[in-house]
């Protein structure tokens, strides 16, 4: 079946470090790919996107490149923030099925000042 | 626009007892799902809905029992609460478009069971 694997954390970062969290994923077909962040205490909610190879999902200055060949979907920032200190989830579904969405364990990040 | 919301917030049960949890959500969407959520293994589905008065099982179904009388509302119910059903329930609603399926989830429940 469908699974995602991501890098275990926690992640600990200094403000301004570079971010990579690596995500990958075993499929059929070609399912759309997911980035969700959860803040402490909250639920999660969907940080960016991917939908067909090749693809870049980005938004709030994180990115991930849909990567058909190597099966990943590893998001990056270019300069955290301590407000970026949250646990990340890689997430896949497809468009069958109830939309079933299989995500990863999660990666807690830490941003230190 | 409230979103997605989740009642109650926090529940301690001693083993045996029995619960429900609410899922609210005012955004017209067709899709529902419950999760929990626990340490190191992320989140999987319990149930979830593609309709009203639609359910189906999810990963792991077991324990629990769920209803979707109302487009709006989504039922998690616990017959007979086990410790092992500690966790952190999470319900979610969607409304799959041109393939993608963004899920909006709302802030959790915290269940204890004792």
């Known amino acids: 079946g469908d699974s995602v694997t991501q890098m275990e954390g926690p992640v600990t970062l200094s403000e301004e470090a570079f971010l990579t969290i690596n995500c990958t994923y075993t499929?059929?077909?070609?399912?759309?790919l997911f980035w969700y962040v959860q803040y402490p205490g909250e639920g999660l909610q969907l940080l960016l996107k991917?939908?067909?190879?090749?693809d870049k999902g980005s938004n709030k200055g994180f990115e991930a490149t849909y990567r058909k060949e190597t099966t990943s979907f590893h998001l990056e920032k270019g300069s955290v923030q301590v407000s970026d200190s949250a646990v990340y989830f890689c997430?896949?579904?497809?468009?069958?099925?109830?939309?079933?969405?299989?995500f990863g364990a999660g990666t807690r990040l830490f941003v230190k000042a | 626009n409230a979103g997605v919301t989740q009642t109650p917030k926090f529940r301690v049960l001693k083993t045996g007892q029995s619960m429900t949890l609410l899922c609210a959500q005012d955004?017209?969407?067709?899709?529902m799902y419950w999760y929990r959520q626990d340490p190191g293994m992320g989140l999987r589905l319990i149930h979830y809905?593609?309709?009203?008065?639609?359910?189906a099982k999810g990963e792991v179904p077991d324990g629990y029992n769920v209803s979707r009388l109302k487009k709006q509302n989504f039922l998690l119910g616990l017959e007979s609460a086990a410790p092992s059903q500690t966790s952190v329930y999470f319900c979610?609603?969607?409304?799959?478009?041109?393939?993608?399926?963004?899920?909006?989830f709302g802030p959790g429940t915290r269940l204890t069971v004792l």
């Open positions: 979610a609603s969607s409304s799959p478009s041109g393939g993608i399926n963004e899920q909006f």
């Open positions: 499929a059929t077909g070609y399912p759309s």
């Open positions: 991917a939908t067909k190879a090749d």
């Open positions: 997430a896949l579904t497809h468009d069958t099925g109830g939309f079933k969405t299989i």
């Open positions: 955004m017209n969407h067709e899709y």
């Open positions: 809905s593609v309709g009203e008065g639609t359910t």
